[in-house]
């Protein structure tokens, strides 16, 4: 029963840090992004399509509010 428990915990420890580092990846990769943004290198829609995402989904998760006109088409 022991084992058993220490196997799962074992487990669910692996899983833990392996999501973390996907997390991890994800939020370099759109800082990386939005920082380009910012220096003027990409507009906002090329950004969100490097990141596979809508413009929406891109603003939402990097805090980035669009105006009008800020590079959308």
Known sequence: ?????SDLKARAE???????FEQGVEQ??????LKLVDDGVLTVAEA????????????SKT?????????LS
């Open 63 to 71: 805090g980035l509010t669009v105006r009008r006109g800020d590079g």
């Open 28 to 33: 370099g990769v759109l800082r990386t992004l």
């Open 14 to 20: 692996a899983s833990g840090v392996e999501l973390g």
């Open 1 to 5: 029963m022991c084992q058993d428990f």
């Open 48 to 59: 969100a399509e490097r990141a596979k995402m809508t413009v929406a989904e891109f603003c």
